[in-house]
């Protein structure tokens, strides 16, 4: 029995992949500040403990675990925030700290921590330093980190994220390696049936205006460029200003918390929706229980861990901590 605690909970993108896996386990407790997340947690899997805020717990008191999984706050090491990094003005970098402070205290056997890449990069490293060094500090682990792109692993989102592994050194029998690449796979695997070829007047309405020009100008500049946009699939980030705007040709660009409606669909002529997005984050929307509004369900998943890395991790690291 593997016994699971999550913090900055989101979807529990975590438990889904135990689920899939077929991994017996005990949720110990969750935590997000997020009420959206906690209704969307207790509709799927509801924790023995909850948490509203892990700044505020006492972590002498908080249930121990075999494995702890953190994804604490991206944007202050994003590129797409502002890089004020543990001086975020709004306080999400020191976010970890509290997450240390568990791990510190309750000596998980196993954990797993995620954030973008850029902390890894941001302000030439110093803030990633600064992380292992502090879990390093602990003295009671072996640390593993990589960066992994989700559409490396099963799933093709664009999706670069850094990953940090910690297996407490008592229980470590050496085994552990990141998973080996995968070949890619084609977006329309994850995608709904086709219903007909659109037209190009199948756009975002007109009110929608930034995106109903984007795609609007998108569909006639791959046309001019010999390519088949109502044809083959081609997500185009269309909420995006016109000079930041990209597409990706059969996969998809990294979904985030700002883009809730998903991206267009060029061979759809629509956006992708909420169940189509789960599947993009290695989700199975056919068991779960949707508890929120499409608007904030879309928020969620874009702010999730992919579950198809979380599964490929698992497997890798609970037999080498002899935990299954």
Not at 1 to 14: F, L, N
Not at 35 to 50: C, L, M, R
Not at 150 to 171: A, D, F
Request: hydrophobic share 35%; glycine share 8%.
């Amino acid at each position: 029995m593997v016994t699971v605690g999550t913090d900055c909970s989101g979807m529990e993108s975590p438990m889904m992949a135990l689920k899939n896996l077929g991994v017996a386990v005990t949720h110990k407790f969750a935590c997000d500040v997020d009420k959206n997340a906690k209704a969307t947690i207790f509709a799927n899997f509801p924790p023995e403990v909850w948490y509203d805020d892990l700044m505020a717990r006492d972590n002498r008191k908080a249930p121990p675990v075999s494995l702890y999984v953190a994804g604490f706050p991206c944007q202050p090491f994003s590129a797409g925030g502002k890089g004020q990094g543990f001086k975020d003005e709004r306080g999400r970098g020191t976010i970890f700290f509290g997450v240390l402070q568990y791990i510190t205290t309750q000596l998980p056997t196993t954990f797993v921590l995620e954030n973008v890449k850029g902390l890894v990069t941001r302000n030439g490293g110093k803030y990633f330093k600064a992380v292992m060094a502090a879990l390093e500090d602990i003295g009671k682990y072996n640390l593993y980190w990589q960066v992994l792109n989700t559409l490396e692993h099963g799933v093709p989102q664009n999706r670069e994220r850094c990953y940090i592994v910690g297996i407490r050194k008592n229980v470590d029998d050496g085994t552990f390696t990141f998973p080996e690449k995968l070949a890619p796979v084609s977006v329309e695997e994850f995608l709904d049936p086709r219903k007909g070829r659109p037209s190009e007047t199948d756009l975002p309405p007109k009110s929608s205006t930034t995106a109903h020009k984007n795609v609007k100008d998108e569909i006639k500049r791959l046309e001019k460029e010999g390519k088949n946009p109502l044809l083959h699939p081609y997500l185009i980030d269309c909420d995006s200003t016109a000079g930041w705007m990209t597409n990706r040709f059969d996969g998809i660009m990294c979904m985030t918390r700002r883009r809730p409606r998903g991206h267009w669909i060029s061979n759809r002529g629509r956006y992708t929706n909420c169940d189509e997005m789960m599947r993009l984050q290695g989700m199975r929307p056919e068991h779960f229980v949707k508890a929120v509004s499409p608007y904030q369900l879309g928020c969620q998943i874009g702010n999730a861990m992919s579950v198809n890395v979380l599964e490929r991790l698992f497997v890798r690291l609970l037999p080498a901590a002899r935990r299954v």
